[in-house]
T-cell receptor, first 116, second 112 residues
Framework: DAGVIQSPRHEVTEMGQEVTLRCKPI?????LFWYRQTMMRGLELLIY????????DSGMPEDRFSAKMPNASFSTLKIQPSEPRDSAVYFC??????????????FGAGSRLTVL | AQSVTQPDIHITVSEGASLELRCNYS??????LFWYVQSPGQGLQLLLK??????LVQGIKGFEAEFKRSQSSFNLRKPSVHWSDAAEYFC??????????FGAGTTVTVRA
């Protein structure tokens, strides 16, 4: 298995531009997570999908952020408009989670976003 | 809600020396415990996990961790570090739902 695949690995954009980050989870996994990592706040859960349905989006910072999962093999995280404070590494992770018990996450390599 | 504390922000260790990274958690019941490693520019890779049973768990890359309920700890150890072990290490705790709480991480520097 190729693992969780994220693109782009690096993105540099200017304030106000739209940014779209992409994720392909591990085949067979039913849960997908978007995390944001910054020096100040560490790893933050942004949104959790189960069977392609958003279950918990309480971590999404504001309306500028949106995430979709149109099918089991693809998810996007969009920021529109982007701001310099959105600069961070964004991780996608997936797991096979049954609703209770241990949730073992497999992470992608991350997308490093820099907003100028 | 569960929480994790990694008391050491940065540890420097000589190559070949032993390494121990501390992790303390807060949770009322038996937690699900994890250690992840993040090499520079990479994602988080699972080193090992504890769910139940034997409190000493073995992981990849020669790492092990011991669950001590009385101390609410899950410390990570390696008998002899290699230069390639230089990375950031994260302890995480789960309570049986989808959420994992991650510690702030410990950066390990290995000197020759």
């Amino acid at each position: 298995d190729a693992g969780v695949i994220q693109s782009p690995r690096h993105e540099v954009t200017e304030m106000g531009q739209e940014v779209t980050l992409r994720c392909k989870p591990i085949s067979g996994h039913n849960s997908l997570f978007w995390y944001r990592q910054t020096m100040m706040r560490g790893l933050e859960l942004l949104i959790y999908f189960n069977n392609n349905v958003p279950i918990d989006d309480s971590g999404m910072p504001e309306d500028r952020f949106s995430a979709k999962m149109p099918n089991a093999s693809f998810s996007t995280l969009k920021i529109q408009p982007s701001e310099p404070r959105d600069s961070a590494v964004y991780f996608c992770a997936s797991s096979l989670f049954g609703g209770t018990g241990a949730n073992v996450l497999t992470f992608g390599a991350g997308s490093r976003l820099t907003v100028l | 809600a569960q929480s994790v504390t990694q008391p050491d922000i940065h540890i420097t260790v000589s190559e070949g020396a032993s390494l121990e990274l501390r992790c303390n958690y807060s949770y009322g019941a038996t937690p699900y415990l994890f250690w992840y490693v993040q090499s520079p520019g990479q994602g988080l890779q699972l080193l090992l996990k504890y769910f139940s049973g034997d409190t000493l768990v073995q992981g990849i890359k020669g790492f092990e961790a011991e669950f001590k309920r009385s101390q609410s700890s899950f410390n990570l150890r390696k008998p002899s570090v290699h230069w390639s072990d230089a990375a950031e290490y994260f302890c995480a705790v789960g309570a049986g739902d989808y959420k994992l709480s991650f510690g702030a991480g410990t950066t390990v520097t290995v000197r020759a």
